[in-house]
């Protein structure tokens, strides 16, 4: 009888014991790329704790890569584990993780605070499925102190890139300069790889939902990034390449022009950076004739549906998504902002002045096809990429195989 | 064991006491006790092989895809129909049979001159023997990110080396064939030590008598080879090469760490596309037949070495 009592007391204060801290604190956890600072993340969720007593929050990152990360989130979300409260989204993602039930809704959202595109891109049926974090797009990266030398304007063709490549890469007759480096590794950066260009033609991917493709446009857009390879602008193991190889190869200042998103920004600005004061950043050239066209990116944080804190999740995601956490972030981690007039803030303007341009970029910037089956389209576009690259497909053939596997997926 | 006994016999000597109610199941007979004695190891494998090999194939005749938000959807035969018609399914697949093709071979002669080395007589043996052990402790993903640097064009140690010599280095990972090179010989390298460590037990079987008979009839060191050794060894041999046949058809790691299936998907394997469409794509229907697929091709080569194995001791 006793022992009875005895145990019985025990296990009541272990369930107090248990119980207790948990109605006095809320612990989130928040899945943030490891690419995109999460230790300046860290600083914004420092505030927040103070701000919202009894709330802690950590961090989890994982995978260097897009599609690693998706397939990290995969896995956790298909075992419905509720170990993650809020996750960062790549742009292509909400849809899809909204039309699995992974993501909660947000009800009595504004979303006509954000850039247009973002509250496009965060809508699915009319509902409000994550809420944005910071917005991206693709850039020309260069060299200004070289193109200065050589006495060059920053391109606005690829033909004139290939040109001021050529000639700063002879002139200056250092092997280990690269004219121009790009993604070409199978990631999800060579999506963007492939519809630059394809994009400048003025053709598109999907339109309302159909395949709506153009073999030639295609055909010319991976003839063109092989050219650069052929050339010998871009080094010859370009395929391996991925985001950021690209931003520590301009970092450490052996390349010319770079294409890549605007978080290379503060890096190349950094300590460790061999060209910090020495770079400019532009809008991506067209091909001959055609528009000037970006990708669009970005991230989102969305709340997942498996946590056990959906209020406290929300409130949280509706902080990290406001202004003033914008505004930090530009300032402090070079992530572009999502609300429009920060970006001719004087305090934002003085940490990136480039930020006063970029917002005409992004707001022309165009969507990858938003679709569930994304992740299908992607592996498609991204592995015949890097088959060209590496010489294993012809261009003419690899604009056919996107065409028939493309076909397939979204019939 | 021994209160089993005791009870036992207990019960058969005063039968015309009934026996206490906690040890009546002992009175069952040996038939019943032997299903009762199995139930356990029965219900665990059940639950952990038989049950998902069903559901596994329950799942491939359902188109279910979770990014599709629709419910599962019965189809019959029809993700087998589709594998029929995708280029990727034979490509993946016919890399996945040359990996083996090159690969189980290739660690067989390896493992085998590793062992008959391990073997030698010589003083300090231990070391050359845990060195044996290192890769195949070593975690297969490990293998494949320290030999994907290995072979880096630019940064890779076999690079520098070939420059040293002086010849060009390679882009060992922009080319189908040398990546495929790469990969294979990284497999060897793993995977041999393995075959060494089980052929090296099958050595040490062999009754040192029969060589002194054959240095007494006159027989030289590759007639010893060719008929003791490796007659004795053909157990140990045909038992390294079902485990490892199998491991080879289930390749997945160290091309993923490697080259990620790439350039294109000209190296990636079966277990790489099913992880795919399961992991990445979500389509679990389609992932589960080309999992069934695998699973018929494994049972296949095992059931053909056990085959082998029973005509040979027959």
């Known amino acids: 009888m006793k022992l009875q009592t005895l145990m019985r007391a025990m296990l009541t204060a272990s369930a107090v014991g248990l119980a207790l801290p948990a109605f006095a604190d809320t612990e989130l956890k928040i899945y943030i790329s490891s690419q995109h600072q999460p230790q300046v993340w860290r600083k914004v969720l420092d505030q927040y704790e103070t701000k919202t007593p009894g709330t802690k929050v950590t961090i989890e990152t994982g995978g260097n890569t897009s599609e690693a990360q998706a397939q990290y989130l995969n896995t956790i979300m298909s075992a419905k584990d509720a170990s993650l409260d809020v996750l960062i989204l790549d742009v292509i993602r909400p849809a899809q993780f909204a039309t699995a039930g992974w993501t909660t809704a947000f009800t009595d959202k504004d979303m006509s605070v954000y850039l247009p595109a973002y509250a496009e891109a965060n809508t699915v049926d009319g509902k409000v499925v994550a809420l944005p974090a910071f917005a991206d797009s693709m850039f020309l990266y260069y060299r200004k102190d070289l193109l200065d030398k050589y006495g060059v304007t920053p391109p606005k063709t690829w033909a004139e890139l290939k040109a001021a490549a050529k000639k700063i890469t002879e002139g200056e007759g250092n092997p280990d300069l690269q004219g121009l480096s790009f993604q070409g590794k199978a990631i999800e950066g060579a999506v963007c790889t492939f519809l630059l260009p394809y994009w400048s033609q003025g053709k598109t991917l999907v339109s309302n939902g159909k395949l709506d493709f153009d073999r030639e446009a295609a055909e010319k857009s991976l003839a063109l990034w092989k050219s650069f390879v052929d050339e010998g602008i871009s080094k010859k193991n370009i395929a391996e390449v991925a985001t950021d190889d690209t931003r520590k190869e301009f970092q450490a200042g052996n390349v010319v022009f770079a294409v890549n998103w605007s978080y290379a920004w503060a890096q190349s600005q950094g300590q460790e950076s061999a060209v910090a004061g020495k770079v400019g950043v532009e809008r991506l050239p067209a091909v001959e004739g055609g528009e000037q066209a970006t990708c669009l990116g970005g991230w989102e944080f969305g709340v997942s549906a498996y946590s056990k804190s959906q209020e406290e999740a929300k409130k949280l995601v509706e902080y990290l998504s406001s202004k003033d956490v914008s505004k930090f972030m530009a300032i402090n981690g070079s992530l572009l902002p999502t609300y429009a007039d920060l970006y001719n803030d004087a305090d934002v303007t003085k940490a990136a002045p480039w930020f006063a341009d970029a917002r005409q970029v992004v707001e022309t910037a165009k969507p990858r096809p938003v679709t569930p089956r994304y992740n299908e389209v992607s592996e498609v576009i991204r592995t015949t990429v890097n088959a060209v690259l590496a010489g294993v497909t012809t261009p003419e053939d690899g604009a056919a195989q996107i065409e028939s596997r493309l076909r397939r997926i979204l019939r | ?314």
């Open chain 2, 1 to 314: 064991m021994a209160v089993l006994s005791i009870s036992a016999t207990d019960s058969a000597k005063d039968s015309e006491r009934p026996s206490p109610v906690w040890t009546r199941w002992l009175d069952l007979s040996d038939r019943a006790m032997a299903v009762l004695l199995l139930l356990p190891a029965a219900v665990l494998l059940a639950l952990i092989i038989v049950y998902p090999i069903g559901r596994l194939v329950y799942t491939s005749f359902f188109n279910l895809s979770l990014t599709s938000g629709l419910p599962a959807e019965f189809v019959g035969l029809e993700n087998y129909r589709i594998m029929l018609d995708d280029p990727v399914f034979w490509e993946t697949t016919w890399n996945t049979v040359l990996i083996t093709l090159i690969t189980v071979p290739g660690a067989l002669l390896l493992g085998l001159g590793l062992a008959l080395l391990a073997n030698l007589p010589f003083a300090m043996q231990w070391p050359v023997r845990l060195s044996l052990l290192i890769p195949w402790a070593l975690p297969l993903s490990f293998a494949g990110l320290i030999f994907a640097w290995f072979f880096h064009y630019e940064y890779g140690v076999v690079n520098d080396v070939l420059n040293r010599l002086g010849f060009e280095g390679i882009i060992w990972f922009n080319s189908p064939n040398w990546a495929f090179a790469a990969i294979c010989l990284t497999i060897i390298w793993k995977t041999s030590s393995f075959m060494a460590l089980i052929i090296l037990a099958g050595l040490q079987t062999i009754p040192r008598s029969l060589y002194e008979a054959a240095d007494v009839d006159g027989a030289g060191r590759l007639r010893q080879f060719f008929e003791i050794t490796l007659p004795l060894l053909k157990p140990a041999i045909v038992v390294a090469l079902i485990f490892r046949t199998i491991t080879a058809l289930q390749t997945f790691d160290i091309p993923y760490m490697m080259t990620g299936g790439g350039p294109g998907s000209s190296t990636a394997t079966l277990a790489m596309y099913i992880h795919q469409n399961t992991v990445s794509f979500l389509d679990l229907g389609y992932g589960s037949a080309l999992a069934v697929v695998m699973f018929i091709l494994s049972m296949g080569v095992t059931a053909i070495y056990l085959r082998i194995i029973r005509t040979k001791e027959a």
